[in-house]
Each structure stands twice: as C-alpha cells, then as structure tokens.
C-alpha cells in the first residue's frame, strides 16, 4: 500500500464535498484563466510588436498629422532600411456596431514591413495595382461572409463621406498573435479624394512606420529621427513599436489592473474555500492522525496525507479547469472577436493556473497540518469514541 | 538479589496536567517493574491515572520526572522523532475503540505500521497474512472496518499491533465497548499472546472479569499505585 493510496481514499471519503470542491477550484480556474487571457489579449499588440520597427508620430498627439516630405528625410537617416506610412481612417461598416480597425497605408512598404501579414501573391498584386483595393482579415471576412470583389462601403468620420473599396485580398496571420481582424486599403485613394475636396488636409500621413537595420540601435536612430524635425511646424515622437502600442494600453492601464486584481482576489476566494474544507477535513480527522502518530508516523507523514490530499484536490480542480478554459475561450473569442482579435489562452496563462492551484492546495493545508502535528496524541484519542 | 532486568522499569514517575492556572497531580511517585512475558492489568477508578500511565510506558505522554525504561532503553530521554520511530517498531496499541481507519481494508489496516519498516510488499503481504491468521481472520482480509463487528474489528487491531513484533503491547480497556462473548473471545487471544508467543502485555480496564485473565492486577488510586498487588499466577 502507498501513502498515495491513502491519500485518494481519504479524499474520496466525503464524495459530495470532494466533488463540489474540484468544482469550485475548477470554476475558480476557468475564470482565472479568462481573466489572464482577457489581459494577454489586451497586450497582444505589444505582444506582435517587432523590435526591428520604429513608429514615428507627431510628438503632440497622435491626431495631428505629419508632413508626407518627412518620408524622404526619414528615409536618409543612418539604420533607417525602409519607411512607410498610414493614417487610421475611422470608417464605419453600415452602423457603429460593426467596428473594426480600418486604416490606410503605402501598401508596398507596408506589406515589406509587416511580413507576418500573409496575403495569398495573385491577390496582393491585385491589390497594388487597385487603387481602390482593399485588404481585410480573416476574422472579417468570415463575419460579414464578404467575397473577393466585393465591394465594401465605409461611412468616414475623420474622411467625410461614403468611401468604396473593392474587397482584392485576405491576409491571415504568420501566427496567433497576428490581428486578423483588420482592414486596410491604399493611402493614395484617400489622399487623392482629399486634394480635391480638402486640399489642406492632403498629403499628410497619421504616424511613419520605419524598418530599421539593426534592432540593438532602435533607441539612437529614434534620436537621430526626433533631432532631424527639432524646431520644425511638426516636431515628432519616435519610439519602438512596443513602446508605441503599449502607450495606447496605458489609456486605458487602470481597466488591465482592475482585471488583474479580480483574477487574484478569485484565486484568494478558492483558496478560503479549499482551506475550509482541508480544516473541516482535519477537524474530522484529528484522531485518526493521533493513531498514526501513536503507530510512529511522524509529523512528516501526517504533513504528506494533508498536503497530498488538498494538491490532489486542487490538482483535480485545476486540470478540469484548464480543460474547461479552451472551449470557454472560444466561446468569448467568437462573441468578442470586434474588441479582442487576438483571444488565445496562452501556455503562460497554463503555467498560471497550474502555479496557482499548487498555491491555493498548498496553503490550504497549512494550517490543518500545523493542527494535526501539533497535537497531543492522547488529546487526539480522546476525540476517538 | 542479583541484577535482575526488566522489560518495563518506572522509577520515582510524576505526571501532572495544567487545568489554567491550577496544576493537577495525576501520577505521584510510581515505581513498578514489569517482567518479560507478563500479562498485568491496572485497575482504579476513572481519573486515578491507569490511561495516562500507560500513555507514559507506551511514549505517547511525557512525564514531569522520573524515569521509563523499557527493553533497556530510557524513553524519559527521547525526543518526539525518536520516541515515535521508537514506538513504530517496540510498543504495539489495542485501544478501547479499536482506532482501525475506516478508508482502509482490515489487510491496510495491519500493514499499516509495516509500512515504516524497510520490508518489501511480498514480505509485508507475508507478515500481514501472519498476523490475520493469527487473530483468525484471514477470511476478512479485505473486509474495511464497518463491514467488521466490535470483535472482528478488535482482532484487527491486535493483529495490528503484533505485526513489528514489539517489545509490549498496551491495552486501553481492550473489551470495553465489546459485548460479552466477543470480550472473552479478545481476552482469550491475549492470552494466547502471552502463553504462546512471550509477549508482554500492560493492560488498562475496569471490568474484573478481564483483569482476572492478567497475571498481575495492580491498582491506582488518586495517582498511587498500590504496593501490594495481587497475583494471579
């Protein structure tokens, strides 16, 4: 017979509090593993940001614009390899529920630039040579079941007025961390309308994004980039793209912390509730571990029984509740696939669980065990009879 | 007198138990020498003391002063971790209410001390089925505690405790909570014990009629041991 053999008979003596108590570790997984999904998915831009990329913007705000002159000056600058730009367009599909990310871009050095947005080749020379092109994700594509040649209408907010592109390709992402829920079509189509409508708002682009020869040197080429427009009408900002995505998180930083916080305070409520029952459990058990102790099992021993019942426990609990985690995942994934594109439980999220049900089975049987060991043995048979 | 040795020796003992602040004398100045091979039974009323000197010879109490000594070796100096891997292989326990685990068949339940030993699971299956049908229970191997009666159960423990071979084995009230045919038939098996295998048993109880199957019957009153007891030889 092996102490193993004990420790799961004990745990199955009371078969409904065992059972609800895996349930409750479980729930309380699930919910911690959404919780720290929900706060990857948040940083999943920081996430696929590369280190070889440098964003530049207006060092006022991301709102204004910069001259399009700047691409050549960038362009020169020593370590900067290519440039390419954007502007965030703001468009709404039929109604402001439909939202997804919609932006435009210099598409030959955008697509050079970001390599982990697979387009199919036939498709993507039809979208260079469209000026009216437009390039869309998988994910919207699948939700608004949209066709090669499709011609999708966007309402413009920051561009007025009802702009049409023709649907010419579908990216997929190189890997799970790649948004696929974008849209994006040539910057030209925009800036052409605009020369004519609002001529002063033409030939100005939202941020540059700059490939760079040598990631180690990213910070003295921002430099470099921020001193060459000093003094100028549109001074700049240039950070690394992580730096750049990770401003946007701090927006809205006291939201990741607030989750953050319900993720723990989640662990710490199952943690109480595993105590309770490893304390009940000990309560009821206080004699039998005086006969071990009186049969010379020592406090070793009667550590190994308590410890290994609540780990097993919440072992059980955590391993039903990661199983739970990815269909679960799925499920909020697909409903909230607008505001978090990129919703996988990572292998860290794992980790997480797995540490934290080791923590919460491990804590739990602290005190039962300081209980039992500390007994006297013949206050422990008195409990017998 | 030569330098007789004894298997359990108790010199100049006191025990006493902390009530708040008032301290309660339990023991007073035991002394008592006990053979090997001897079946002894202390009797007294409740409260004079018989459970916790046993608890005391057993190493499951610590004495305020004196010395224990048994199979020569002075328990009294001990420290937990010693005196518990002490009792593991020198004091067997049969307790008024057997304390067998429920969760584990009546075979569990005698291999359990085996499993502080060093012995493989052929040899410990050995030793168990030994010892089962020693108490004439080998039928019931894989019966669990509340599939037994008091009796069977109660032979359970005894073979429990006889399976290290200990130097004593201690009874607490062994029949207490038995009726009066499974009682006899667990005095019966004491004393197979003692005739046929040497073993030494101290032996705490109230009823007479179990006290009558002990060699020597000894009596605590208010914590003192009486000085002339009675011999059954």
């Known amino acids: 017979m092996h102490i193993l053999k004990i420790i799961t008979k004990n745990a199955l003596r009371h078969k409904l509090r065992t059972f609800l108590t895996i349930l409750g570790v479980a729930i309380a997984i699930l919910a911690f593993g959404l919780l720290r999904t929900v706060i990857s998915a948040w940083y999943a831009g920081v996430e696929a940001s590369s280190a070889s990329r440098l964003v530049t913007r207006n060092s006022i705000s991301l709102i204004f614009p910069l001259p399009l002159s700047y691409k050549d000056k960038i362009r020169q600058i020593d370590g900067v390899k290519l440039v390419s730009f954007g502007n965030w367009f703001g468009g709404i599909y039929i109604d402001e529920k439909n939202f997804f990310a919609n932006y435009a871009v210099e598409p030959k050095g955008y697509l050079t630039l970001y390599p982990e947005i697979i387009i199919p080749e036939d498709q993507k020379k039809a979208f260079l040579q469209d000026r009216k092109g437009a390039v869309a994700g998988r994910i919207l594509i699948e939700k608004y079941r949209w066709k090669i ?79 060459t427009f000093k003094n ?126 080791v923590l919460v089975g491990s804590v739990a049987a602290v005190f039962p065990t300081w209980r039992a060991i500390k007994i006297r043995i013949a206050d422990g048979l008195r409990r017998i009879g | 007198m030569g330098n007789k040795t004894f298997i359990v020796e108790i010199k100049n003992l006191f025990k006493s138990y902390r009530r708040g602040n008032q301290i309660l004398p339990v023991l007073k100045d035991i002394n008592l020498d006990i053979d090997e091979g001897e079946f002894l039974a202390l009797m007294g009323p409740s409260g004079s003391g018989k459970t916790t000197l046993l608890n005391l010879i057993a190493g499951i109490d610590r004495a305020d002063s004196g010395t224990i000594i048994v199979g020569g070796i002075e328990i009294t100096s001990l420290s937990e971790t010693e005196l518990a891997g002490w009792r593991a292989y020198n004091v067997g326990f049969i307790f008024q209410f057997y304390n067998l685990i429920p969760v584990l068949t009546a075979y569990e339940n005698v291999e359990l001390p085996l499993l502080l030993t060093n012995l493989s699971k052929k040899e410990r299956r050995e030793h168990v089925e ?104």
């Open chain 1, 149 to 227: 040649g499709d011609i999708i209408t966007l309402k413009g907010t920051i561009f007025p007025g009802e702009w049409d592109f023709v649907l010419r390709g579908i990216y997929t992402g190189r890997d799970k961390t790649v948004d696929e829920s974008a849209f994006f079509f040539q910057w030209d189509y925009i800036n052409e309308t605009m020369k004519k409508t609002t001529p002063l708002r033409a030939d100005q682009v939202g941020w540059y994004m700059i490939g760079i020869t040598n990631p180690n040197l990213a910070a003295d080429v921002a430099v470099r980039i921020d001193k």
């Open chain 2, 130 to 233: 030994i010892a089962l049908r020693l108490v004439n229970l080998e039928d019931r191997m894989d019966h669990y505690p509340g599939q037994l009666s008091g009796g069977q159960q109660q032979r359970v423990a005894i073979a429990r405790a006889i399976i290290t071979d200990p130097t004593i084995l201690v009874a607490d009230e062994p029949t207490g909570d038995l009726d009066r045919d499974s009682a006899v038939e667990i005095l019966g098996l004491m004393e197979r014990l003692v005739h046929e295998l040497g073993k030494t048993i101290i032996m705490v109880t109230h009823d007479p009629r179990a006290a009558k199957k002990a060699h020597i019957i000894m009596h605590l009153d208010k914590g003192v041991l009486n000085a002339h007891p009675q011999n059954h030889y």
């Open chain 1, 232 to 357: 100028s009408l549109a001074e700049t900002l240039t950070e690394t793209e992580k730096a750049f995505q990770l401003g946007f998180i701090s927006m809205t930083e006291a939201i990741v912390i607030a989750i953050k916080l319900v993720s723990f305070v989640v662990i710490f409520i199952i943690m109480v509730v595993v105590a309770n029952t490893m304390a009940m459990t000990a309560r009821e058990r206080i004699g039998e571990y005086a006969v071990f102790k009186t049969l010379g099992f020592g406090g070793w021993h009667i550590a190994r029984l308590i410890f290994g019942e609540s780990l097993l426990i919440s072992l059980i609990g955590c391993i039903l509740g990661i199983v739970l985690t990815f269909p679960a995942a799925d499920i909020f994934s697909s409903s909230l696939r607008t505001y978090f594109p990129v919703f996988n439980v990572a292998t860290k999220t794992i980790y997480m669980d797995i540490g934290a049900s």
